[in-house]
């Protein structure tokens, strides 16, 4: 067995689908050991400890989030803390969609961030498959503006597109949240990258049997690179999910807020219920997890093409 | 841009015999094609240049363009660089600048040390249940920053946070995480590491399963020890990865902005106002578009000249 070696000379080689799709990250290396390991397999008792110990340090803060989600306010301030599920479950539902209309928020939260999603995989992709698929005038141009606005902060943004939005009259409307985040410079690069890799022959191939440039492209460049989108994805909803700045800023109605802004409305005001609110930070949390959980393989290969190609 | 493709007529008024048939032909009879591999390219941009004409470029010019204005509404007025004269002499401005200086030159060295020191374990076959412990340490990034400032504004709670308590089992005292100024700034550097120091570590983890091992034999047959190898073959190879994150670190951090507005508000006593809280502050509450504006540009100024002074230092060393 070869070992791939795409992280080695970071820029060059690691363009491939291959290299995105067989993430060595998520496969236990067991085919790989260094010539160390494999002649003494000692294993160690403290190193597992160790990392053990980070492992809790990280995940401890989500139990006791879960835990909190079940409890009255009166027992998360208990001294001490108690570790255990209380029975407050339900009734801090309730208080929640009292305070925040817990569905309504939910309902705009997984609207946003799946429309902002779709829409920006979309984006990405078409525009992935131009850079990367066809010669034309200002291609090289193009994408080098929109490289470079990585390095420019978001907030620098945020009160010319704030006018634009009051402007058209989109304030406290979904576009306004969905809008400015369908053009992701990054989502557009790993897609350029990914299909680059893609042989022209296999277009071309398509083409001499008659296929229109769209079928070309629904039929055999998505299929052909669904891995990479859907680490694109996943990313894309991780942020969307979660943003908060733009928002905090471009929503102004109770009715309207996605959940991150009405946790942090909810957390601001003087009689903060902590139930409600860790209830709520706790909801939020689950869909990411899930998503996660299943598509760790994916998760995982994004996050490395984006390291390795950058 | 979209003037260009010129292939781009309708179907139905499109004669037989066009200068140029389009070049991947064998078009059936009837069925001519809008998408030819000539306006193709256009088609597919056109979404992406306009979010990126409407959403990055246009307020990038005219954030600028309020930058050197003052005043609200109808009522701006171009003031030259009064904006940026105000902030050079804005004593909070300072303060605020102070505090993410301070708290970037602690957290990212801190956060991306252990995460190599996380890496390294995950990548030893030493080890047991290595999926787990990954699976582990990357779960915090995943949260949204509200969320976790609001988990951790009550562990963290004076009185009765689980951080206290646990701390008081090793008989230490109550330790007033988000009411002193100091503590407030220890708070900000535990929860940032708390939350982006695994997913770092999944990036060195990939880097790390990216080096050859013929290069570690080798350098085994030669007498090198484990520091040794480290020092000479890991951190080398390693090298494009590290300056990614030592970049995107810094990026991030100086434009912190949800963790102290959710955690402490930007106290106790200025203590953790970042630059773009502060310019938030400024541009929502106040409404100073013009000097929150100079603000975003000084800030950007900032992220700019670092960014090249690190690709500079760590990038191309050889």
New interface residues.
């Given amino acids: 067995m070869k070992p791939l070696r795409t992280t080695t000379s970071a820029t060059q080689t690691g363009t491939g689908t291959p290299g995105v799709t067989k993430p060595d990250a998520t496969t236990p290396d067991v085919a790989t050991p260094y010539v160390i390991r494999s002649v003494r397999k000692r294993r160690s008792p403290l190193l597992t400890l160790m990392l053990a110990g980070a492992f809790g340090l990280c995940v401890g803060p989500f139990y006791w989030l879960a835990i909190a989600a079940t409890q009255d306010d009166k027992d998360i301030f208990s001294w001490p803390p108690k570790l255990l599920p209380g029975g407050h479950l339900m009734e801090n539902l309730r208080g929640l969609e009292e305070s925040i209309g817990l569905t309504r928020v939910l309902f705009n939260s997984v609207l946003v961030a799946g429309v902002q999603t779709f829409g920006a995989v979309v984006v990405s992709v078409l525009a992935g498959y131009a850079f990367a698929k066809f010669e034309f005038r200002g291609r090289n141009l193009l994408f080098v503006l929109l490289l470079s606005t990585l390095v420019i902060p978001d907030t620098v943004m945020l009160i010319p597109i704030f006018q634009m939005m009051m402007d058209i009259g989109l304030i406290d409307s979904y576009q306004s949240v969905v809008l400015p985040g369908l053009v992701t410079p990054f989502g557009i690069f790993l897609m350029r990258q990914a299909l680059r890799s893609m042989p022209d022959e296999l277009l071309d191939a398509a083409r001499v049997d008659g296929a229109g440039e769209l079928r070309v492209l629904w039929r055999i460049v998505v299929p052909v690179n669904r891995p990479v989108i859907a680490a694109l994805a996943l990313f894309v909803f991780l942020g969307a999910w979660n943003q908060f700045v733009w928002p905090l800023i471009a929503l102004r109605s109770p009715e309207m807020y996605t959940l991150p802004v009405a946790m942090a409305t909810l957390n601001g005001l003087s009689t903060t219920n902590y139930a409600h609110v860790l209830l709520a930070s706790a909801i939020a949390a689950i869909p990411v997890m899930v998503l996660f959980l299943f598509l760790q393989r994916q998760f995982i290969s994004g996050l490395l093409a984006g390291a390795t190609k950058e | ?1 979209s003037l ?1 493709p010129t292939e781009r007529v309708p179907a139905a008024t499109a004669p037989a015999g066009r200068r140029k048939p389009p070049p ?1 032909g ?3 009879p009837g069925r001519r ?1 809008v ?3 000539r306006s ?3 088609l ?2 056109m ?3 306009l ?2 004409a ?7 010019v ?2 600028f363009w ?1 930058s050197l204005t003052t005043g609200n509404g109808a009522g701006r007025q171009f003031a030259g660089l009064a904006n940026y004269r105000r902030l050079l002499e804005d004593p909070l401005f300072w303060t605020a600048l102070e505090n993410t200086a301070l708290i970037l030159v602690v957290q990212v060295p801190l956060m991306l040390g ?1 995460a190599l020191l ?1 890496a390294l ?2 990548d ?17 990034s ?14 963290l ?1 004076h ?4 951080l206290n ?1 646990l701390l008081s089992l090793f008989g230490v005292d109550r330790v007033d995480w988000l009411g002193s100024p100091s503590w407030a700034r220890v708070a900000i550097v535990l929860v940032l590491t ?1 939350h982006y ?3 770092n570590a ?2 060195y ?3 790390l ?5 013929e290069l ?2 080798a350098a ?1 047959v030669d007498g090198a020890g484990p520091i040794r190898r480290f020092v000479s073959i890991t951190l080398p ?1 390693l090298r ?2 590290l300056l ?1 994150t030592v970049v995107l670190s810094t ?1 991030g951090t ?2 912190l ?2 963790e102290p ?2 955690l402490t508000g930007g106290g106790p006593d200025n203590a953790t106002l970042t630059v ?1 809280m502060y ?2 502050n400024n ?2 509450k106040f409404f100073d ?1 013009g000097y ?2 100079a603000l ?2 000084a ?2 100024l900032i ?2 000249v670092l ?1 090249i002074l690190q690709v500079r230092l760590i990038g191309e060393r050889r």
Avoid: C, H
């Fill in positions: 841009m260009a991947t064998r078009a059936r094609r998408l030819t591999r193709v390219p256009y597919l941009i979404p992406a240049v979010g990126f409407l959403f990055k470029a246009y307020p990038i005219a954030s309020i252990l996380i374990g995950l030893s076959s030493k080890v047991w249940l290595r999926p787990l412990w990954r699976l582990g340490v990357f779960m915090p995943l949260t949204g920053l509200v969320a976790a400032g609001v988990m951790f504004s009550v562990i709670n009185d009765a946070g689980l308590w708390w120091t695994g997913y999944v990036m983890l990939a880097g399963q990216g080096v050859p091992t570690y034999e085994k190879q494009p990865i990614l990026i100086l434009q902005f949800d507005y959710v773009t310019l938030y541009g929502f578009f929150a504006s975003a540009y800030l950007a992220v700019s960014g």
